[in-house]
Every structure is written in C-alpha cells, then in structure tokens.
C-alpha cells in the first residue's frame, strides 16, 4: 500500500505571494529561527496525514463539491506558537466563509473515513521553523488576502527538506 501525506490548503497563487513578501520578510528578519521558503507559504484548513492513494480520487471528488463563499483574511499578528516552535502570521479574526470552508472541508474528511482534528481553527502562515520564543506583536504593516478557491496539498520530503505540492483535480 502506497500512501502520501496530505492537507487542504489555501495555496497563494504568485500575485497573493508577492503581496505578502514584504511582510513576511519584514517580520521573518526580527524572529530568531529557519525561516519558511516563499514557495512553501501557505494556510492549512485541514490536515489528513497519511492517506491510502487508492483513496484520493475519492477525496478529490468529495472536495470539488464544497463551494467557497469569496473572503478576505487579515493577518495582522506575529505570533509565537510553543508546541510546534514556530513564528506565523496570524489573523485575530476569521471570516464566517473560512469557518464555514474548515467546517465543509472536515465533513469531506469523515466521509472517506478520516478523523479530524479536534482543535480551534487558527488560520495563519507559518514564517519561521525552530523559532525562539517571543511575545504576539501586532504588525506595523497588515496583510490582507482574498480567496475563493483551496487545494489538496501534497507534503513531500526530500534532501532539500520538505516541499508543499498542489495534487490538481
């Protein structure tokens, strides 16, 4: 049995990319730690793990059911996230489309079997790996972002480290 390691993702395309650039960079230069390569930025909505690949038409065709209400996500933190070490962009805010996108998404995932994660939905980039521990600043400079589409996303290790990879419809 082959499987891949999977999430649904918000994939900025390379307009959303240069738009966040310059905050990013901004706030990636002050956090002590490995900072995230641009071509891996990203929102995760919902993380699958590991999936058998005989399933993935499955979850694609479960996925390309749920409709995306167009909104607009604000990060305008910098925060500090312990467990995982790491130093994201952050939205205080998360629109009721993005609630609603997270909720849908989770569905798709019981429907072939997976459980999702039992936690609080908190959209945001992560910036920087391995960071040192600091206190949520509020940005200077916000981001905001406008989305009305999402992608299953292939995570895929390699001797350059790990690459995200949209798997297309």
């Known amino acids: 049995m082959s499987s891949k390691r999977l999430f649904f993702a918000l994939w900025p395309d390379n307009r959303q990319r240069d738009q966040l650039r ?98 609080t939905y908190r959209p945001h980039i992560t910036v920087s790996r391995n960071a040192r521990p600091f206190t949520t600043e509020r940005l200077a400079q916000r981001a905001t972002t406008e989305w009305s589409a999402f992608e299953l996303m292939e995570s895929v290790s390699g001797g350059g480290g790990v690459a995200y990879v949209p798997l297309k419809q």
């Open 22 to 119: 310059d905050v990013i960079n901004s706030v990636a230069k002050a956090v002590e730690g490995r900072a995230v390569d641009r071509r891996n930025w990203h929102v995760t909505l919902s993380f699958i793990g590991e999936l058998d690949e005989r399933q993935i038409p499955d979850l694609q065709e479960l996925a390309a059911q749920v409709q995306v209400e167009p909104f607009r996500l604000v990060f305008d933190r910098l925060e500090y996230w312990a467990r995982p070490k790491v130093a994201c962009l952050a939205a205080a805010t998360v629109p009721p489309e993005l609630e609603n996108l997270f909720s849908s998404l989770n569905d798709v995932l019981q429907l072939v079997g997976v459980t999702p994660e039992d936690r």
